[in-house]
C-alpha cells in the first residue's frame, strides 16, 4: 500500500482482545494502531486529540452501543471509517450496519488472517481515486469491500453439522475429547475428530495430547476464541 499510513483506533472493552486486535493491525502492510480504549467515552476523546482514518469497533460496550456511536459521528460529519469487531450475528444489526456506511462486519472469533484480509479490502478500496469510466470501475471499487466466498469445506462435511461441533467446543471452557463431541453432537467419534481436525486446520482450534495412565494420548480440542486464548463478548 502505498501513501500515509491508514491510522486506526481500536475500540474493544475487553482489554486482552484489544490489545490483541492492535498488534494484529500493526503486523499489516499500511496500516498502524493509534490506540486501544475499552470505553465510547475513551474513543471520543481520542478521536477530538488525534487523526483516525479508521475504527476497529465493538458493539457491546459499557457506556453505550457502538453502532449508536457511529450513527452519531456520521450525524456529526466525522470522516472516520468503521469497520466493526463482534459477536453479535443478528442479522438486523447488519443490516443496520449497513445503512451506517459500516465498512466491513467481522465476527468474533477470529484468527489474524481474517483480519488482515479485511483491512486490505479496505485499503484497496480506499485507494481508488479519479472518476469512474463507467459501471465497471465502480463494480470494481465496490467489489474491494465484499469477502470472497467462503471455500467449500471438504468432502464429507456439512456446514450445519460443523456448526454444532464448533457450538459445542466453544461451550466447552475445558475442551472437549473427539469422544465427548461425538457424544454431544449426536455423531461417530471418526465423523467428530474430521469436524475437530478442519476447525484446527482453519485456526479457530487447537489440540494438545493428554496421557493417561496406559495407552496412547488423547487428543484434547479447545476453542481459540482470539490468538491469547478469552472469548471475547459482542
Not at 145 to 153: G, K, N, V
Not at 163 to 191: C, H, K, N, P, Q
Request: glycine letters at 8%.
Amino acid at each position: 500500500m502505498s501513501g500515509a499510513e491508514v491510522r486506526v483506533l481500536v475500540v474493544e472493552d475487553d482489554q486482552v482482545a484489544a490489545d490483541a486486535h492492535a498488534l494484529y493491525v500493526d503486523r499489516v502492510p499500511g496500516f498502524t494502531a493509534v490506540g486501544a480504549v475499552h470505553s465510547l467515552a475513551e474513543a471520543t476523546r481520542v478521536l477530538e486529540r488525534t487523526r483516525v482514518d479508521l475504527l476497529l469497533l465493538d458493539l457491546g460496550l459499557p457506556d453505550g452501543h457502538g453502532l449508536r456511536f457511529a450513527r452519531g459521528l456520521r450525524a456529526a460529519g466525522h470522516p472516520v471509517d468503521v469497520i466493526v469487531v463482534t459477536s453479535a450475528r443478528d442479522l438486523a444489526v447488519v443490516r443496520e450496519s449497513v445503512s451506517l456506511g459500516v465498512v466491513q462486519y467481522v465476527l468474533k472469533p477470529f484468527a489474524f488472517p481474517t483480519l488482515r484480509e479485511r483491512l486490505l479490502r479496505y485499503a484497496e478500496f480506499r485507494q481508488a481515486a479519479g472518476e469512474a469510466s463507467g459501471q465497471d470501475d465502480v463494480d470494481r471499487a465496490m467489489a474491494a469491500l465484499r469477502a470472497p466466498r467462503p471455500a467449500e469445506l471438504p468432502k464429507g462435511l456439512s456446514a450445519p453439522t460443523l456448526d454444532r461441533v464448533a457450538a459445542l467446543l466453544r461451550a466447552a471452557s475445558e475442551g472437549l475429547t473427539a469422544a465427548g463431541a461425538a457424544e454431544a453432537a449426536g455423531i461417530s467419534r471418526i465423523t467428530a475428530r474430521r469436524y475437530l481436525e478442519h476447525l484446527v486446520d482453519t485456526g479457530r482450534a487447537d489440540r494438545t495430547p493428554r496421557y493417561g495412565q496406559v495407552g496412547r494420548p488423547e487428543l484434547h480440542y479447545r476453542w481459540l476464541a482470539e490468538a491469547t486464548g478469552s472469548v471475547s463478548k459482542v
